[in-house]
T-cell receptor
Framework: KAGVTQTPRYLIKTRGQQVTLSCSPI?????VSWYQQTPGQGLQFLFE???????NKGNFPGRFSGRQFSNSRSEMNVSTLELGDSALYLC??????????????FGPGTRLTVL | AQSVTQPDIHITVSEGASLELRCNYS??????LFWYVQSPGQGLQLLLK??????LVQGIKGFEAEFKRSQSSFNLRKPSVHWSDAAEYFC????????????FGTGTKLQVIP
């Protein structure tokens, strides 16, 4: 079974631009979560989607948004990029993320650099 | 709110030596506990998880962890470290019901010297 895939793997943008990152979960997984990883803040939860609905959200500004499609693929968008948005963005998928015993599987991440 | 503490930012061990990475959590109920490993430039790989039952959990790559409720700890151990184990290790805690918002520790970077 193919793992979680994320595209693109690397991205360079300038301040003020917007960016869209994509995540394809493991086949059959319906929950997709997004995390931001930076050296200073570590791993921080952004949001989680299940069946095209956002179920859970972390403490990030409204510039960070996401969506999930009917095939469970998910996209994350960041508008009006700031230097501090430079990070590794990780996507994780799981079957439902609400059943006891469920586990998240992570993709390789998208490295975003904002200049 | 739940929280996770990994008190060791960086650990160096010799190849073949034993390893213990510390993890302490704060949560009122029985948590879900995870250990992940991240190699440079890569995503996180699940090593093992504890949800309930036997408090000694076996994982991949020869790792194990023990859940100690009295100490609020979930330390990761390996009897003999290999050079390929050099990576960053993250402990994480999740809520014990409903959909989860997992909280990660700050990570412990493991260096293995020959």
């Amino acid at each position: 079974k193919a793992g979680v895939t994320q595209t693109p793997r690397y991205l360079i943008k300038t301040r003020g631009q917007q960016v869209t990152l994509s995540c394809s979960p493991i086949s059959g997984h319906r929950s997709v979560s997004w995390y931001q990883q930076t050296p200073g803040q570590g791993l921080q939860f952004l949001f989680e989607y299940f069946s095209e609905t956002q179920r859970n959200k972390g403490n990030f500004p409204g510039r960070f948004s996401g969506r999930q499609f009917s095939n469970s693929r998910s996209e994350m968008n960041v508008s009006t990029l700031e230097l501090g948005d430079s990070a590794l963005y990780l996507c994780a998928s799981s079957l439902e993320w609400s059943r006891r015993g469920d586990t998240q599987y992570f993709g390789p991440g998208t490295r975003l650099t904002v200049l | 709110a739940q929280s996770v503490t990994q008190p060791d930012i960086h650990i160096t061990v010799s190849e073949g030596a034993s390893l213990e990475l510390r993890c302490n959590y704060s949560y009122g109920a029985t948590p879900y506990l995870f250990w992940y490993v991240q190699s440079p430039g890569q995503g996180l790989q699940l090593l093992l998880k504890y949800f309930s039952g036997d408090t000694l959990v076996q994982g991949i790559k020869g790792f194990e962890a023990e859940f100690k409720r009295s100490q609020s700890s979930f330390n990761l151990r390996k009897p003999s470290v290999h050079w390929s184990d050099a990576a960053e290790y993250f402990c994480a805690v999740g809520l014990s019901g409903g959909y989860q918002k997992v909280t990660f520790g700050t990570g412990t970077k493991l260096q293995v010297i020959p």
